[in-house]
């Protein structure tokens, strides 16, 4: 059975930095790709970041990009989501997901399963 536990959220001022963890077991890590996806309040579930499984490839929406960045260490377990210039817009709750493939090209929204899906941790950033 996936679990994922996301951790690292809070309260930032405009401008602020947060950095988000997830631990993932019950599937093979490391043949994951991983995602972060974020919603916010009245809004769409929408796609954040993704890295390969082996962490050689990452993506990222258009508007984060050059202010997060995503990463993980597959000897623990983990993913993570650095977030620096932080913007009232970026006010959501992050999820980490897994992806059914290794590659980034599985993260498509479609392809993350609720059950693939952790809590979520909630981001507020104030202006």
């Known amino acids: 059975q996936v679990q994922l536990v996301e951790s690292g959220g809070g309260l930032a001022q405009s401008g602020g930095s947060l950095r988000l963890s997830c631990r993932g077991w019950g599937f093979n890590f490391g043949l994951s790709a991983m995602t972060w996806v974020r919603q916010g309040p009245g809004k769409e579930l929408e796609w954040v970041a993704r890295i390969a499984g082996s962490g050689g490839s990452t993506d990222y929406a258009d508007f984060v990009k050059g202010r997060f960045t995503v990463s993980r260490n597959n000897a623990i377990y983990e993913v993570y989501l650095e977030m620096n210039d932080l913007k009232p817009e970026d006010t959501a709750v992050y999820y980490c997901?897994?992806?059914?493939?290794?590659?980034?090209?599985?993260?498509?929204?479609?392809?993350?399963?609720?059950?693939?899906r952790g809590q979520g941790t909630q981001v507020t950033v104030s202006s």
């Open positions: 997901a897994r992806c059914p493939r290794p590659y980034t090209a599985s993260c498509a929204l479609p392809n993350i399963l609720p059950e693939n």
